[in-house]
């Protein structure tokens, strides 16, 4: 078991303390002083206005095409493209499904690829509620079944690893494999209470009227959030910044996407229940050599009893961005093995 102590040092949040209440400090004082930039129409929500440039959603690869459906009373936008059996990949906090853009090409050789937007970003909807995981599951497995699919290969990051589970915990029969990428559970201790006491994005972005304060900043917002957990400089290409900026400043995007945050003391609720079970499908725990490596092996194996490790090189917790190559390959060899 490791103490909080050697869980905060994974963060690398002793050596780098200040560097991160520096970076939190100016974030906040940019913010809250700069003016409030006007918000597109209502008709013109897949354009929006970022430094006097009009951008329009990134285009996916070319055998990919952008789909909307309807599940559980909300709008839901995907791309999908490919052949073979159906991999759901599901995007975390600070991008959207463009995040796996770069593995597009050769997952598509392999299997038919499903990459949505979930609730609360992009071109997907922002109802007022729904934002718990369990609930967040429920929209991409009645998209699954809307495309007629009985069972799926399933991949989540960050916030994605908590709607992947959720997923698998309740729809274990409908899943061959999952793979969870860099992030951990809510309520599963000992790692929920240690990482979450340290890091202060949290509480942020739970806060109810965070989405007010970055409305119209979230260039200044998501450029300064990205590099406090990554490891790589600058990881993202000028094509991905653009993509995720444009996706959070579609209007209340990121007041959504906070939502995500704020519904944690329920997930760690439905996670207890969940738990009491542990799933038997195949799990990959795959986590950045400086960020969630050093735990996420352990922490999976509290919910779940087939677990493989992957340990992203040279990574922090942007890996699909840090290191393509070895997340590919880790994610190839664990899908296609028998």
């Known amino acids: 078991m490791k103490t909080k102590s050697n869980l905060s040092g994974v963060f690398n949040f ?27 129409t209502e008709e013109n929500t897949n354009a929006i206005v970022t430094d006097t440039i009009q951008v329009a959603p990134a285009n996916p690869p070319e055998n990919f095409k952008h789909e909307t459906a309807t599940v559980n009373g909300i709008k839901i936008h995907y ?21 796996w853009n770069r593995l597009l090409p050769e997952l598509s050789k392999h299997f038919t690829v499903i990459a949505p937007d979930l609730r609360g970003v992009g071109e997907s909807g922002k ?21 007629g699919y009985k069972k799926i290969n399933l991949a989540g990051h960050d916030i994605g690893l908590m709607v992947a589970y959720a997923y698998v915990a309740q729809y274990e029969d409908s899943v061959n494999k999952v793979a969870i990428m860099d992030a951990l ?27 007010d304060i970055v409305k119209g900043k979230e260039k200044e917002f998501l450029t300064n959030f990205w590099p406090v957990v990554g490891h790589v400089k600058e990881p993202f290409t000028p094509e991905e910044t653009t993509e995720f900026i444009r996706a959070y400043a579609v209007p209340g995007g990121t007041t959504a996407a906070f939502k995500w945050f704020g519904a944690f ?15 038997k499908t195949p799990l990959l725990a795959m986590g950045g050599e400086y960020f969630a490596a050093a735990f996420l092996k352990d922490h999976s194996k509290l919910v779940a009893e087939n677990v493989t490790e992957s340990k992203i090189a040279n990574s922090g917790h942007w890996l699909v961005q840090e290191n393509t190559a070895q997340v590919q390959k880790d994610l190839l060899d664990f899908f296609l093995s028998k």
């Open 79 to 99: 791309v999908i493209g490919g052949k073979g059996e159906p991999l759901v990949l599901v995007h975390g906090f600070g991008q959207n499904w463009y995040m």
């Open 127 to 147: 109802p007022e509620g729904g934002y718990d995981k369990k609930t967040m599951a429920s929209d991409i497995h009645e998209l699954v079944n809307q495309l």
């Open 265 to 279: 003391p329920q997930d760690g609720k439905d996670n207890l229940i969940f738990m009491k079970k542990k799933i």
């Open 185 to 211: 559970l809510p309520g599963v201790e000992p790692v929920w209470s240690s990482v979450s006491a340290s890091a202060w994005w949290f509480g942020f972005f739970a806060w109810p009227a965070s989405g």
């Open 14 to 40: 002793k050596t780098k303390a200040f560097t991160i209440l520096l970076s939190c400090f100016l974030l906040l004082s940019i913010i809250s002083c700069s003016k409030k930039a006007e918000t597109a």
